[in-house]
């Protein structure tokens, strides 16, 4: 049963299970002897970071103002990596930054001497690419031909530049342990020579290891027997998805029925290309609480933008669809909240959070001035 209390749209938090993927995670970290910390582009809602920090998380930041967040609100320096510097925000980075890994050689060299020059701690990095990924869809694909994320091994002597004490790679999306298997077969094969020089590896994210049949026992015996290795290594992941896998979901309202050459679509108070972008840019069909399996009661979902393909579809319901009827889209907060625009001038949907007592809080709501003052 849905609380009446919830506005409409509405992305939902839930606190149980956001809770057992953060001690599952956890485990693995300290079965593995590893590092996982938090990647801020798949979920950066602050005002849950409190439960991170209980289960003692760090973070990681590609953004100046991801980093900033990362000091103010999870408590720690941020793991920073930006495909690209400027002389104007690189100073800001290491004011945030405990390590700060770099795209590029050309980067390295512009930007490397301010961090020795400030004789701090940061520790620097380079991102590598190994030229091989099992992501099909190349919007997510960082290793796909001519992909400008990451140094290729040919532009690699057989040492690092000083300065360098760490090396990231980051080749998987929604990904298996078996997946990274192979990916660090070929990252060993291409760059091995450099894994006794540095201090650190962080092997990025796609790690789903909180999704229903991944096999994490596999995860922590591939950590370990890479470790054994290279025991003066560090070795960091940073998932994104993994921590708000299946924690929570988008409410939304049925606000019109249309129906156009026996295509019938219900028409939602919240987008697809504004709110749930993912689901047309990978693309997938998500999930819709209660829809059914068999042709009955078909209609296909459209959006409340003025985009043209601003829909999905098709899904079939136990009985017709009225207006009033919600629709509720499954987990929807890895990525959503994050990505959510205000395209078209339609306001994001809430944030509400369920705690384990089922007492609900809404976080946010947004109005006519969050949307103005986007255009200052």
Request: proline share 5%; glycine share 6%.
């Amino acid at each position: 049963m849905i609380d009446n209390n919830i506005p409409s749209p509405c992305y939902v938090i839930e606190e149980s299970p956001l809770r057992r993927n953060l001690a599952l995670i956890k485990s693995v970290a300290e079965s593995a002897e590893i590092e996982i910390i938090l990647a801020f582009k798949a979920f950066a809602l602050w005002k849950t970071f409190p439960l991170f920090r209980e289960y003692g998380f760090r973070s990681t930041a590609s953004s100046v103002n991801e980093a900033r967040l990362a000091l103010e609100e999870m408590g720690s320096l941020a793991h920073t990596y930006s495909p690209a510097y400027t002389e104007e925000n690189f100073p800001v980075f290491m004011r945030y930054s405990s390590h700060i890994t770099f795209n590029s050689l050309s980067q390295f060299d512009r930007f490397y001497p301010s961090v020795r020059s400030a004789g701090n701690n940061i520790s620097c990095g380079l991102r590598i690419n190994p030229e091989y990924s099992v992501v099909a869809t190349d919007l997510y694909n960082p290793c796909s031909p001519g992909s400008r994320m990451g140094i290729v091994e040919s532009l690699l002597g057989d040492s690092l530049p000083d300065g360098v004490e760490g090396l990231h790679f980051h080749t998987l999306c929604e990904s298996s342990s078996y997946d990274l298997e192979k990916t660090l077969a070929v990252v060993e094969q291409r760059f091995g020579r450099f894994l006794r020089q540095i201090k650190w590896l962080n092997m990025g994210g796609g790690h789903l290891m909180t999704n229903k049949g991944y096999d994490t026992e596999h995860l922590i015996t591939l950590l370990k027997s890479f470790k054994a290795k290279y025991p003066s290594l560090k070795v960091l992941l940073e998932p994104g998805s993994a921590f708000t896998w299946q924690t929570g979901y988008l409410l939304t309202t049925v606000v019109d029925i249309v129906e156009n050459r026996g295509v019938r679509t219900a028409i939602i108070d919240a987008s697809f290309s504004c709110h749930l972008p993912d689901c047309l840019e990978m693309p997938y069909k998500p999930v819709i609480r209660g829809a059914k399996s068999n042709k009955e009661n078909v209609y296909r979902i459209g959006g409340c933008s003025c985009l043209s393909g601003d829909f999905m579809g098709d899904w079939s319901f136990e009985r017709p669809l009225r207006i009033g009827d919600k629709i509720i889209f499954e987990d929807m907060i890895h990525y959503t909240t994050v990505k959510t625009t205000m395209f078209n001038g339609i306001p994001h949907p809430s944030i509400a959070f369920i705690s384990e007592d089922g007492a609900l809080e809404i976080l946010r709501t947004y109005t006519y001035e969050d949307y103005k003052n986007r255009m200052d």
